[in-house]
């Protein structure tokens, strides 16, 4: 569990003229304070700092970071900030979700405790989307990577997984995107380039707006019916051109099925509901129904996986 700022509570707060003088632990009043840049520190009330700022004229902030602790007062989770109050790097310390998956893959004859202490470095684009997983052990020795690029309007575009520090890629994921027919494709290779999976959907126009303004030259329709009846038009024309006959057996999807998540059961009782994109035997890759930020969960943390057709794909049952 990590204590946020305000959890934490703002005990103490202090300024330094500059870097050399915080790490001296020198101190100034805040009446010395005048338009030179300095450094701000707030401290928790174990004097653990919170927050540090380096503020320029006028007060205003140009850069933050974001110390958050664990229960046990052990550093979970530091954060940096820019002058937009965005979200640049973010590092979490010890337990994290992609580093389990990434080991799981990349080390599998290796036993876990040894990447108990490790670090997990989030790198952010300007539009809030992760650049990079870095990997690093606790001595700052990185031994792996997740890189990732997207297509306008924040859809991944590729996902190289890499073995530091001789920069080998050992997994690929390469998305495939046609914004006219919204088709998203997935393929994965594994370290010789060999593809070894492909998967594919069509994704509804609610989940890229401004791609639907920018096609159809109109407002985003977000939640009216209009919007669902391209998405049977969109099945129609799929099935017109795999030969499809309107007068053969075979009904076009249920309205509901067209518009209804996929379901994901966790283990602790939750229900998520989304859009599945790929299941693997070590994580399931899904975006929130309704979003296209492309999320990744390990495979153990899920009971059930029910198709939004009704059917359960996961666990398989033969």
């Not at 103490?12 to 870097?19: A, P, R």
């Amino acid at each position: 569990m990590v204590a946020d700022i305000t959890a934490q509570g703002v005990s103490t707060i202090k300024y330094f003229h500059s870097e050399d003088d915080f790490l001296r632990g020198a101190a100034m009043k805040s009446s010395d304070i005048t338009d030179d840049p300095y450094i701000q520190v707030l401290y928790n009330s174990y004097g653990q700092m919170i927050s540090k700022s380096q503020v320029v004229l006028n007060g205003e902030i140009h850069s933050e970071t974001i110390f958050e602790y664990a229960e046990d007062g052990s550093l979970r989770r530091k954060s940096e900030r820019n002058e937009k109050s965005n979200v640049i790097k973010m590092y979490v310390y010890g337990a994290e979700e992609m580093s389990e998956i990434f080991i799981g893959y990349a080390f599998p004859q290796r036993p876990f405790s040894e990447f108990q202490d490790r670090v997990t470095i989030y790198s952010y684009d300007e539009s809030g989307d992760v650049t990079e997983y870095l990997f690093k052990s606790i001595d700052n020795y990185p031994f792996g990577a997740v890189r990732l690029s997207y297509f306008e309007g924040g859809l991944p575009a590729e996902e190289r997984w890499i073995l530091l520090p001789e920069e080998r890629t050992m997994r690929l994921f390469d998305y495939d995107y046609d914004p006219t027919s919204r088709s998203y494709a997935l393929t994965e290779y594994d370290s010789t380039g060999t593809k070894i999976s492909q998967v594919g959907l069509v994704l509804p126009t609610k989940y890229i707006p401004e791609l639907y303004e920018l096609l159809s030259g109109s407002e985003s329709r977000s939640g009216n019916v209009l919007e669902e009846s391209d998405e049977i038009l969109d099945d129609i024309h799929s099935r017109l051109s795999k030969g499809w006959n309107p007068s053969d057996d075979g009904a076009l999807l249920e309205l509901g099925v067209l518009t209804s998540p996929d379901l994901i059961y966790l283990t602790d009782g939750d229900t998520l509901e989304v859009t599945l994109v790929d299941v693997t035997k070590e994580f399931v890759r899904f975006m929130f129904f309704g979003e296209n930020e492309l999320l990744t969960m390990p495979i153990f943390k899920v009971q059930e996986i029910e198709r939004r057709d009704g059917k359960v794909i996961y666990p398989v049952i033969y």
